[in-house]
């Protein structure tokens, strides 16, 4: 009797957690944890263009935290702040890919606000880049919280075709953060 109930219960224990890790893929937001930023992901939407490359856009919404855990927590504001500049990176596949990533180098922000700042140009890459930085505060364990919008075109996101894509911000003094995810919007 005891064998059968061990039976029963494997399959519903495996089920049950297999329904608990399917939870988060189902909402719109996506987290992963780099070495030094943790990201949360609203919204990616890539379009591809028709041409020449490049010709594609790319419209994203994230969140981010700067927790500088490879230097112990140690935070410097002119360097660990993504005020002072970042590269955003796309590629297809999850983080950590050989797979060539499309970059979009955002220079340092304007003022525009309290607690926002914007870029609104050229990008070295040749995008045309529209970015709006909002300072979330810090935390306990952190340098600092952001919500960024951005949308850049024209962008060479031709190798990207299918989920997952690997979503980098990389900022400044080298803090690091990847997810990937399988809810990006990828227009053809």
């Given at each position: 009797?005891?064998?059968?109930?061990?039976?029963?219960?494997?399959?519903?224990?495996?089920?049950?957690?297999?329904?608990?890790?399917?939870?988060?893929?189902?909402?719109?937001?996506?987290?992963?944890?780099?070495?030094?930023?943790?990201?949360?992901?609203?919204?990616?939407?890539?379009?591809?263009?028709?041409?020449?490359?490049?010709?594609?856009?790319?419209?994203?919404?994230?969140?981010?935290?700067?927790?500088?855990?490879?230097?112990s927590?140690?935070?410097?504001?002119s360097?660990?702040?993504?005020?002072?500049?970042?590269?955003?990176?796309?590629?297809?596949?999850?983080?950590?890919?050989?797979?060539?990533?499309?970059?979009?180098?955002?220079p340092?922000?304007?003022?525009?606000?309290?607690?926002?700042?914007?870029?609104?140009?050229?990008?070295?890459?040749?995008?045309?880049?529209?970015?709006?930085l909002?300072?979330?505060?810090?935390?306990?364990?952190?340098?600092?919280?952001?919500?960024?919008?951005?949308?850049?075109?024209?962008?060479?996101?031709?190798?990207?075709?299918?989920?997952?894509?690997?979503?980098?911000?990389?900022?400044?003094?080298?803090?690091?953060?990847?997810?990937?995810?399988?809810?990006?919007?990828?227009?053809?």
């Amino acid at each position: 009797m005891k064998n059968g109930s061990i039976t029963l219960k494997k399959p519903l224990a495996i089920a049950a957690l297999g329904a608990l890790l399917l939870v988060p893929l189902c909402s719109s937001t996506v987290r992963a944890e780099g070495s030094d930023l943790t990201v949360t992901l609203s919204k990616l939407d890539v379009t591809h263009g028709v041409g020449t490359e490049p010709v594609d856009q790319v419209d994203l919404i994230a969140n981010f935290k700067n927790t500088e855990a490879s230097e112990s927590g140690k935070c410097d504001p002119s360097s660990d702040s993504p005020i002072n500049g970042f590269v955003l990176g796309l590629q297809e596949g999850a983080c950590g890919t050989t797979a060539s990533a499309a970059t979009v180098t955002v220079p340092s922000l304007s003022k525009i606000g309290k607690n926002k700042y914007k870029f609104e140009g050229a990008t070295k890459e040749g995008a045309v880049v529209d970015a709006i930085l909002t300072v979330l505060g810090k935390s306990a364990r952190g340098c600092g919280q952001w919500h960024l919008v951005l949308d850049a075109t024209p962008v060479d996101l031709a190798s990207i075709q299918t989920n997952p894509v690997a979503t980098s911000i990389t900022l400044g003094d080298g803090s690091f953060g990847c997810l990937s995810t399988t809810a990006g919007a990828i227009d053809r």
